[in-house]
């Protein structure tokens, strides 16, 4: 603790600012008015049980009475902390009022327009999507809110088709449309949620998988309300994910970054030029085939770029590769 003095001087600052005076702060401490004042004449130190009941009356900190000064770092991150439950506050306030008389005015008018609660319904599922964005469910939860706002922003989305569908009566594309949905969903939340667990590692493996696996379901969904040439969407869909699909597998090896990288440019390079071939004759597609011939650039245009791009990526998978075996022999040197 700091000098009699210096305690006295502040303890007397910090009562004026308060506009209290001595008899008030006696009264306040039920202590006698002498010794406050012995207290800011240096004459002596408060009992140590006065402490956190005088840090309370002039609104202070312990540590700003016992070292005599004032923190103004920690007074100023009270503030902002202060300020931060203010905003907060408002950003759950604001939306929730504004929602709610959004949706009593909407019951109102359906009710006195229609004489029944009809398009009411697509209303209030549309403000409950809205209320799940912002300022999210996650709001009543403590802890795991990522998790929280993921899940109820899904359901809140699905819930709205389903009640537009319902209303026009035509169920039929609602879940085809939350397939496609939980697609996007997958693919932009699903390796952030697994960041956090034990599969860490195999997070981007398994979010294309199951990516892979929803597309299916979403052709096959498509498929059976309006057929559609499902041989060729399948390859198609397997020419687009299991590419990537293979590569996030090889990046879960402890490979040499170069190696894997090399690898991978290969698998891609490969697949993408080879792919489309098989499926066009697989499927009888009728499509131009990979027919290339550098003498001929206005029949074979496109061919032979594609051409030149495997080969050029085939090229830097190869020097990747064996940039990572140089470096991989060179440590074990």
């Known amino acids: 603790m700091t000098d009699k003095k210096t305690f006295g001087s502040f303890i007397k600052t910090k009562r004026l600012e308060k506009q209290y005076s001595q008899k008030d702060l006696a009264d306040i401490l039920f202590v006698s008015e002498g010794a406050v004042s012995k207290w800011e004449r240096g004459v002596s130190y408060p009992d140590i049980t006065l402490v956190s009941e005088i840090c309370r009356a002039l609104e202070i900190s312990e540590h700003e009475l016992l070292t005599a000064s004032t923190d103004t770092n920690a007074r100023t991150m009270k503030q902002e902390a202060r300020k931060f439950r203010v905003i907060r506050g408002a950003w759950f306030w604001i939306p929730t009022i504004s929602y709610l008389t959004a949706l009593f005015i909407c019951l109102i008018c359906n009710l006195a327009v229609s004489h029944t609660l009809s398009w009411f319904f697509i209303v209030f599922a549309a403000l409950l999507c809205a209320y799940a964005f912002v300022p999210t469910f996650a709001s009543f939860f403590p802890s795991k809110k990522f998790l929280v706002f993921t899940v109820t922003s899904f359901c809140s989305i699905c819930l709205l088709l389903l009640t537009c569908g319902a209303y026009s009566k035509t ?163």
Request: hydrophobic share 55%; glycine share 6%.
């Open 171 to 333: 169920l039929f594309w609602v879940p085809t449309a939350c397939i496609g949905i939980l697609i996007g969903y997958v693919l932009l939340f699903l390796p952030l949620l697994l960041s956090k667990t034990k599969i860490k590692a195999g997070r981007w493996l398994l979010s294309f998988a199951l990516a892979f696996v929803l597309t299916v379901l979403l052709l096959i969904s498509i498929h059976v309300w309006r057929p559609l040439m499902l041989g060729p969407a399948l390859g198609v869909t397997c020419y687009g994910f299991l590419p990537v699909i293979f590569c996030c597998g090889i990046c879960m090896f402890h490979f040499d970054p170069f190696i894997k990288a090399g690898v991978c440019t290969c698998l891609c390079a490969a697949a993408y030029y080879v792919c489309p071939e098989v499926v066009n004759r697989l499927f009888d597609l009728k499509e131009t085939y990979y027919q290339f011939d550098f003498h001929d650039w206005e029949q074979c245009a496109n061919a032979n770029i594609q051409l030149i791009l495997l080969v050029s990526f085939l090229l830097a998978g190869a020097v990747l590769l064996a940039t990572g075996l140089f470096r991989m022999r060179k440590r074990r040197r």
